[in-house]
């Protein structure tokens, strides 16, 4: 094909590829094992599976409502009021979206403007910054260090200006596995109080909690909830990051902006898929034995790296487990991840890259959403350095 000359300017300058379609790539490569990319390798329900297909044949394959069918946002607004006591309008309050990240850039697009500032606290999930930049925001960032990623509430509370618009929570967080106490929803209630900030939190991993603990959703602070966008996502709870289904839920005047811009992404999403999502929703069963399932996985694969060289971090929700090898090389996280997948055949994903700073703290995260034998011999090949 002939090449363009003309003279373009890129809106994301310093944007290349992701890290988890590199590292992705190259365990493909080199047929290491994939613990890199955050994607469940196990089946989807077969019964979850079958209803899709009955909704194909029956016929749901035109466009589905711009918000979403209404008896799917009928059961999100159950569960919200079954878990945290929050009451949502399934007709004003929820939005069905292609998936997380397609809520967080809508919520984004929709309520950032030029000049506004958003606090983003880091390592983050690699899709916050650039939509920030992309809707002209000024991204606010506030580093966080391990093993246990405190949030310097007072710290952030000096950093708020009249210009700070937006404050972005992620819980249970990708890529720490840590997750945020009552104490800090109260902390982030307490410095928004008065203010104009909105709160996007990102709760994709809601039903992925370890040790008997809650989930604290910004949906049960009514304080909070009520200036809060929160973004759920199916494809995590229900093993199916391919199908990329989620919604997004907030008071009516904020969602009204937040569909303005939905409809001219993607206007809807799947329709034979939303009714198999409602009619699985209905046996409540299908996800609230999700964090027991996922801890039985994290405690195997702890247990499993028992007696290597790695430190174990704490882990408390999500389906990701930071390692330290501060005691095996002094490499960069991002060439010791490269290195371990070519020479052991186990890829992973440097932590250093969720930071807009490179902080290297020799850390990398594993996926454990995988099948025990293949945990088995990731670990079996990581505990032979």
Not at 5 to 34: D, H, Q, W, Y
Not at 81 to 105: F, H, K, N, R
Not at 302 to 320: N, R, V
Request: hydrophobic content about 40%; charged content about 20%.
């Amino acid at each position: 094909m002939p090449e363009f000359k003309g003279n373009i300017r890129s809106k994301l300058p310093k944007a290349g590829t992701t890290i988890f379609s590199i590292m992705s790539g190259l365990a493909n490569e080199v047929g290491a094992i994939n613990l890199s990319q955050g994607f469940p390798g196990f089946p989807v329900s077969e019964k979850l599976i079958s209803l899709y297909h009955d909704a194909l044949r029956a016929g749901h394959n035109q466009y589905a409502p711009m918000p979403g069918i209404f008896t799917l946002r009928e059961c999100i607004a159950e569960k919200m009021e079954d878990l945290y006591s929050c009451v949502y309008d399934p007709e004003a309050e929820i939005t069905i979206t292609a998936g997380g990240t397609q809520a967080l850039y809508t919520a984004i697009s929709a309520l950032i403007h030029e000049g506004d500032e958003v606090i983003v606290l880091e390592p983050s999930y690699d899709s916050y910054v650039p939509a920030i930049q992309l809707a002209g925001g000024i991204p606010v960032h506030i580093p966080l260090q391990p093993p246990n990623y405190f949030i310097p509430w007072e710290e952030i509370k000096k950093l708020i200006t009249q210009k700070t618009r937006m404050i972005i929570i992620n819980t249970p967080q990708n890529p720490t596995g840590t997750t945020l106490t009552a104490k800090d929803m109260l902390q982030l209630e307490k410095i928004t109080d008065g203010t104009d900030i909105i709160i996007l939190s990102d709760e994709v991993y809601e039903h992925i909690i370890f040790d008997g603990n809650e989930h604290q959703s910004v949906a049960r602070y009514p304080k909070l909830a009520s200036r809060s966008m929160i973004v759920f996502s199916f494809g995590k709870t229900f093993h199916a990051t391919g199908w990329k289904v989620g919604y997004c839920l907030g008071p009516a005047h904020l969602m009204k902006e937040f569909r303005k811009v939905h409809q001219f992404t993607v206007f809807s999403v799947n329709t034979a898929l939303q009714h198999a999502l409602t009619a699985y929703m209905l046996n409540k069963e299908n996800y609230m034995g999700l964090g027991e399932f996922y801890q039985e996985k994290r405690d195997y694969f702890q247990k499993l790296m028992k007696g290597s060289k790695f430190k174990i971090l704490p882990c408390l929700g999500s389906y990701f487990q930071l390692l330290d090898y501060s005691s095996i090389s002094t490499e960069k996280d991002t060439e010791y991840a490269i290195r371990l997948t070519k020479e052991i055949g186990v890829a992973s994903i440097p932590v250093s890259v969720f930071y807009s700073v490179p902080h290297d703290y020799h850390l990398l995260r594993f996926c454990f959403a995988k099948e025990n034998d293949q945990l088995e011999k990731a670990a079996e090949r990581l505990l032979s350095i």
